[in-house]
């Protein structure tokens, strides 16, 4: 197997970290929310960009989803400057792109285009105010996806504990291998997070193991258990760090990204 922790070049900035695995409700944007409120609680430049035309991340800090151009749409296919459609959040040193339904005919749109698969990185490489740019992906591998992955330096796959993970893992490993291979020779893993993890449940500590048994120190240290405080927070339009601070699901954020911050010194 390729190393997918060794970069060509580790001291781009900014450093873009995509949120992805082909699958939905695996913890994407629930680990973007959070993630990006714990880095910016710790003095970090955040920009959150909401890739997904569902705009559950948007949402997810009290925003409203944007429309047309005046979101991340207008940015993935280079129409605006990404600067004049970034939104301040509530939360100090963390700003966001919108998502917006438009969002869903991008992949046609881009399909006729000539640089199709570099758009987004054209739009956002200038951004060097962030100390982090945090992408988070819709499901699939379409070309927004393909558009993410080629923008980014980083990539952090959340995996739920289930039955039919291994097998998602090992299509998403390939296609990180082709674009490494292809467009984004500097792709690396950060790391791949478990999530919803449910230790009342033995398939989950069995996928675990067959996770790390397999991907070794590829998988965060952190696990991100199942809890309900998460998914009540996201329906208040709040991060779970800041709905319940003392929750094991804030906690586990928090530690995640603590953890994030020591791989990036390795
Ligand atoms: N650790 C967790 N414990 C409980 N619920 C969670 C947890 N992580 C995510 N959820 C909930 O599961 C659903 C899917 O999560 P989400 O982050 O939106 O996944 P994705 O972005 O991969 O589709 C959401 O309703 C979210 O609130
Ligand atoms: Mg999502």
């Excluded at 070309?143 to 039955?163: D, G, H, R, V, Y």
Aim: proline share 3%.
């Amino acid at each position: 197997m390729q190393d997918f922790t060794k970069s060509w070049d580790n001291k781009s900035v900014p450093r873009v970290v995509a949120i992805i695995n082909q699958k939905g409700g695996v913890g994407k944007t629930t680990t973007a929310v959070n993630l990006a409120t714990a880095l910016a609680a710790i003095g970090k430049n955040i920009l959150v960009l909401d890739l997904d035309p569902q705009g559950n991340t948007t949402t997810g800090f009290g925003i409203s989803k944007g429309r047309g151009l005046q979101s991340s749409y207008g940015v993935l296919l280079g129409l605006v400057n990404p600067r004049e459609v970034v939104l301040e959040t509530y939360i100090s040193g963390l700003s966001i792109i919108s998502s917006t339904i438009d969002l869903a005919a991008a992949e046609i749109e881009l399909f006729s285009q000539k640089d199709r698969d570099q758009k987004l990185k054209q739009s956002i490489c200038n951004l060097t105010e962030y100390d982090y740019i945090f992408v988070d992906c819709p499901p699939g591998f379409g070309l927004i996806n393909i558009n993410a992955l080629n923008a980014s330096n980083k990539i952090i796959i959340p995996l739920q504990c289930e039955f039919y993970a291994l097998e998602g893992l090992a299509q998403l490993f390939n296609t990180i291998q082709s674009i490494r291979n292809t467009i984004n020779k500097n792709l690396i893993v950060s790391g791949i997070l478990l999530t919803m993890y449910d230790r009342r449940n033995g398939l989950s500590l069995m996928i675990a193991n067959d996770v790390r048994t397999h991907f070794k120190n590829l998988v965060f240290n952190t696990i991100i258990p199942r809890n309900v405080k998460i998914s009540e927070a996201s329906s208040h339009g709040k991060p779970v760090i800041l709905y319940d601070v003392r929750s094991v699901g804030a906690i586990s954020y928090i530690e995640l990204a603590r953890e994030f911050l020591s791989r990036e010194l390795k």
